[in-house]
Each structure stands twice: as structure tokens, then as C-alpha cells.
């Protein structure tokens, strides 16, 4: 609670000079530099605090007042089912943040560069065909509410590939097949043209990196099996035994 009305505190914790700035400052410079009609919670106050080699952020936001879509950022269920205009009020914030201008990135180029060919082969453009443009840069349905759209979770928005919003959004429901097909029909001008296949081999290659090879784990299966239909080849199988590296995704 805070003195006024319920809020929400998040907390941030780095040793000292190790923060990575894009992420430490996302909620701050959201606050700052999108505009109002983009559904959020306001952040109304920042403290820093330094103590013992760390670093420590807190940050009050205002109560949302709806619940997240699903627990986890790959769901088997959501917690309701979001109709046609909850899809068209996401469209259209996706288009009036895409106009944002700002010299953040939720990705670098020299990330796609090395993830794309290590993780689904050659040949492989890595380089985009379409100008990038702003994002939110971790659009899953545990950052999302619902039945009223709030959009959560800003701390990695910056400029991304044309089409990687809807792109991160489609990859993180394949485990729902129905839910699924409802997000590229509603995202269908942004997934069915080149800049759209291009964002989606690379939100791709980025969630493979992320997880352990050799396990069997559904959603990566799915993952290849959709990069295998997008470059109509087979990918590099991840060889037993190893761990890929983090990605940003």
C-alpha cells in the first residue's frame, strides 16, 4: 500500500557497476518516452539504494487490477481467453509504440549475427530486410492481462526487427495449437511478409539458445519444426550434453 492507493514495488539488484543499463533503466525510460495511450502500469517513484558491493533499484508502480494472461511465459492454459477486441487494443499498441524513437535495443545485431547460423544453420540472413522499429521485446502471455489489456514488464524495450512483438508473441504459444493460430491470424500483416519471417527465425534462434540441449523439451521441438517449415531445411540438431548461452528473449 502506499499512501494514497495500492501499489506494486519492484525490486532490482546488481553489484556494483555490473548493471546491464538497458534493463536497469527500462522502467524509467518507458515512463518517460511512451505515451499514455499505451496500457501499462504508471511508475511513480524510483529509489536507489547502494550497500556492501550491490547495487539496489526499487521501483513503485501502480496496482494493476487484472490479472496476468498465464503463470509461465510458454503456456498450456491462460487464465481467460482473449477476445477480439482485447487482440485489436494489443494491435494497436504494438503500432503506436513501434513509433517511438529511441536509440535503445532490445537486441543487438551482433547478437542475431552469432545465434542465428549457430543455431539454425546456413545459409541464414541475418541481417534484416526492413528497417528496425520500437518494442516492447518480451511479449509473452505472463507479461499480458487480461480481460482488460495492461502490458507488463518494460525493462527491455528498445528497437528490434519489424514484426519481433508479434513474432515473440506467436513463438511463446505454440504449446496452446489454437492459440496459436489466433495469433497469426491477428498478426497476420506483420507475420506473413519477409520482415515477419525474418523476426521470427530470430526470436527462433533466441529461444533455442536458451535452453538445454538434449532434454526433449516440447517447446524447443516445436521451435524446430517451425524454423524447419520457415527455411525449408532441416536445422543443426544441439548435440547431447551441451548448454547453450542465455539470450535476451
Do not use: K
Amino acid at each position: 500500500m502506499t499512501s494514497d492507493s495500492p501499489g506494486w514495488l519492484r525490486i532490482a539488484a546488481a553489484e556494483a557497476g555490473q548493471q546491464i543499463t538497458t534493463f536497469w533503466d527500462g522502467g524509467r525510460t518507458a515512463q518517460q518516452a511512451l505515451p499514455a495511450s499505451i496500457p501499462r502500469p504508471a511508475l511513480r517513484a524510483i529509489h536507489d539504494h547502494h550497500h556492501d558491493g550491490w547495487d539496489y533499484r526499487a521501483e513503485l508502480y501502480d496496482r494493476v487490477h487484472v490479472r496476468p494472461l498465464a503463470v509461465t511465459t510458454v503456456p498450456r492454459r491462460l487464465t481467460d481467453s482473449p477476445n477480439r477486441q482485447w487482440f485489436q487494443a494489443l494491435r494497436h499498441s504494438l503500432r503506436i509504440l513501434a513509433t517511438v524513437s529511441t536509440d535503445r535495443r532490445t537486441i543487438e545485431q551482433s547478437n542475431l549475427d552469432d545465434v542465428m547460423p549457430r543455431m539454425l544453420g546456413e545459409p541464414i540472413t541475418t541481417t534484416a530486410p526492413a528497417p528496425w522499429v520500437t518494442a516492447h521485446g518480451d511479449l509473452h502471455w505472463a507479461n499480458l492481462c487480461g480481460p482488460t489489456l495492461r502490458v507488463l514488464d518494460w525493462e527491455g524495450w528498445g528497437l528490434a526487427p519489424s514484426g519481433y512483438d508479434a513474432a515473440t508473441l506467436y513463438c511463446h504459444s505454440l504449446l496452446m495449437p489454437t492459440l496459436a493460430a489466433q495469433v497469426q491470424a491477428g498478426f497476420a500483416d506483420a507475420l506473413s511478409t519477409e520482415s515477419g519471417r525474418y523476426a521470427e527465425l530470430a526470436v527462433i534462434a533466441e529461444l533455442l539458445d536458451t535452453v538445454p540441449s538434449g532434454t526433449g523439451i516440447d517447446h524447443a521441438g516445436l521451435l524446430r519444426i517451425r524454423a524447419t517449415h520457415l527455411l525449408r531445411r532441416a536445422i543443426p540438431r544441439p548435440r547431447e550434453g551441451t548448454v547453450t548461452r542465455p539470450g535476451q528473449t
